[in-house]
T-cell receptor, first 115, second 113 residues
Framework: NAGVMQNPRHLVRRRGQEARLRCSPMKGHSHVYWYRQLPEEGLKFMVYLQKENIIDESGMPKERFSAEFPKEGPSILRIQQVVRGDSAAYFC?????????????FGPGTRLTVT | DQQVKQNSPSLSVQEGRISILNCDYTNSMFDYFLWYKKYPAEGPTFLISISSIKDKNEDGRFTVFLNKSAKHLSLHIVPSQPGDSAVYFCAAGTGTSYGKLTFGQGTILTVHP
């Protein structure tokens, strides 16, 4: 299955710890997007990355959140000093980067629970 | 600021009938629109899209209609099947910010056998 892969699927962190979420895009895709879904809400855009570049981070909280997509390896969404309000499902999507970029393909998500 | 709205939280339909899911938007800069389907504990699955230069796009049982003057789009599923039961999200984007999709809150569709 060459779909978008995310790990871990479930992550439990205590308040103040760090959370690292990983995303491997579909084969041949060079663009990665991160979205967050809070309970009973739709998905909210966080950040759009290409290899080694952040293209649009207008949806990222100003503090504690960072994202990267290195030349080699998966994209990482990092949340430092987690708080209860960070509990959500975090979805990664990818696209080919060849024109139809709006057709994004999503991974299964990482469900973060902060206790 | 909810730029994409799905005002019906849920919809219940009999198998074989038509399901119509609605979506309204406020940002006139949106120029492409998508529908995604989502099962619990899974990521959204792309269903169908439409660009602002069209008013209709069809793919099998799924048809999306776009009314730009009303800033409204709808997804028709004909005939509805029990396997269509899921949460449906509409999403929109602009050509100047490729990649940034704005999602509605979702509509839970239940198709009864």
């Amino acid at each position: 299955n060459a779909g978008v892969m995310q790990n871990p699927r479930h992550l439990v962190r205590r308040r103040g710890q760090e959370a690292r979420l990983r995303c491997s895009p579909m084969k041949g895709h060079s663009h990665v997007y991160w979205y967050r879904q809070l309970p009973e809400e739709g998905l909210k855009f966080m950040v759009y990355l290409q290899k080694e570049n952040i293209i649009d981070e207008s949806g990222m909280p100003k503090e504690r959140f960072s994202a990267e997509f290195p030349k080699e390896g998966p994209s990482i969404l990092r949340i430092q000093q987690v708080v209860r309000g960070d509990s959500a499902a975090y979805f990664c999507a990818s696209s080919p980067g060849t024109g139809a970029d709006y057709e994004q393909y999503f991974g299964p998500g990482t469900r973060l629970t902060v206790t | 600021d909810q730029q994409v709205k799905q005002n019906s939280p849920s919809l219940s339909v009999q198998e074989g009938r038509i399901s119509i899911l609605n979506c309204d938007y406020t940002n006139s800069m949106f120029d492409y629109f998508l529908w995604y389907k989502k099962y619990p504990a899974e990521g959204p699955t792309f269903l169908i899209s439409i660009s602002s230069i069209k008013d209709k796009n069809e793919d099998g049982r799924f048809t999306v209609f776009l009314n730009k003057s009303a800033k409204h789009l709808s997804l028709h599923i004909v005939p509805s099947q029990p396997g269509d039961s899921a949460v449906y999200f509409c999403a929109a984007g602009t050509g100047t910010s490729y990649g940034k999709l704005t999602f509605g809150q979702g509509t839970i569709l239940t198709v009864h056998p």
